[in-house]
């Protein structure tokens, strides 16, 4: 289970039909159905197989049908993804009250914020391409990606849209529920194809903000105009859409590394991946709010 960023890859999908097929009966006799497909379910492919407890059961041929010691549960995902948001916003507010965004003191304010993301973005990096979770650098994401969130949600709730930080966590909560009951009735499939579009539409969506950025960096201004008026409202639109999706896929890793019997540790990565992804959403929430304001 890698970690669920847009611009990161994602593992646990193959070839064939696009998701593992855990929950599926095992045949008398004969392996799990969906073997195939599933990625923790044959020890040659399987990045759990020397997970004594996954072992056990692939060697009994079926997906584990409860929690073990050892295992990862989703009250393991709950609690650690509560630590990662809670440092996140603890940072957020303490960079909120201590680095004021008025006339004299917004540029020091920013150069701290900025900095912040680009620390916060390395440890990222870093995390998504380690064989391993690691605790600590995941809480050190969340505590420098909560310094820039802090200082953006400042500058946006004080001198652009009083109120705006808490409507974007509104928005991202609204969001969160939404896909989460969506997913969990079913309304929601996750296979190949979804995987497929939710990929190549976040790659093309990532790929327009950085020409975007470019001709904003050399050429002054807002660049190509992706980020602001009615294209920026339309980008923002989609931004929180794409963030809608990877929560899906984020909910269907974790349910797979369940249903499968990840180590206990993958729970870190899984809450990295979610504190991501709603990073991302909250993010298109501000900035979308910050446009419509600007336009009034």
Do not use: H
């Amino acid at each position: 289970m890698r970690s669920r960023n847009p611009v990161f890859s994602r593992r646990g999908f193959s070839r064939d039909n696009g998701y593992a097929g855990f929950n599926a009966a095992p045949q008398a006799g004969g392996p799990a159905v969906g073997t195939q497909a599933n990625p923790y379910a044959q020890p040659a492919g399987n990045p759990y197989a020397q997970n004594p407890y996954a072992q056990q059961d692939l060697q009994q041929g079926a997906p584990p049908q409860a929690p073990a010691a050892g295992r990862m549960t989703i009250d393991d995902v709950v609690l650690r993804t509560a630590s990662t948001l809670g440092t996140l916003i603890v940072t957020a507010a303490l960079a909120w009250a201590l680095l004021p965004v008025d006339d004299a003191n917004i540029g020091r304010s920013y150069g701290i914020g900025i900095g912040a993301a680009l620390i916060g973005m390395v440890l990222a990096f870093v995390q998504s391409f380690k064989r391993k979770a690691s605790p600590a650098l995941i809480l050190a994401y969340a505590a420098f990606e909560g310094v820039f969130l802090g200082v953006v949600s400042s500058v946006v709730d004080n001198r652009i849209a009083s109120g705006a930080a808490m409507q974007a966590v509104i928005g991202t909560m609204a969001v969160f529920a939404g896909v989460l009951v969506a997913y969990k009735a079913g309304w929601i499939r996750v296979n190949r194809r979804f995987y497929g579009f939710v990929m190549a539409a976040a790659l093309g969506f990532v790929l327009l903000m950085m020409v975007n950025m470019l001709f904003a960096v050399f050429g002054g201004g807002d660049g190509l105009g992706f980020r602001s008026g009615p294209l920026g409202i339309v980008f923002g639109i989609v931004g929180i859409l794409l963030g809608a999706c990877f929560l899906a896929l984020d909910f269907k890793q974790v349910e797979d590394g369940i249903a499968y019997g990840a180590p206990r540790e993958e729970s870190w990565l899984a809450a990295f991946g979610l504190t991501l992804t709603l990073v991302w959403i909250y993010m298109e929430f501000l900035r979308l709010i910050a446009i419509l304001n600007s336009n009034d």
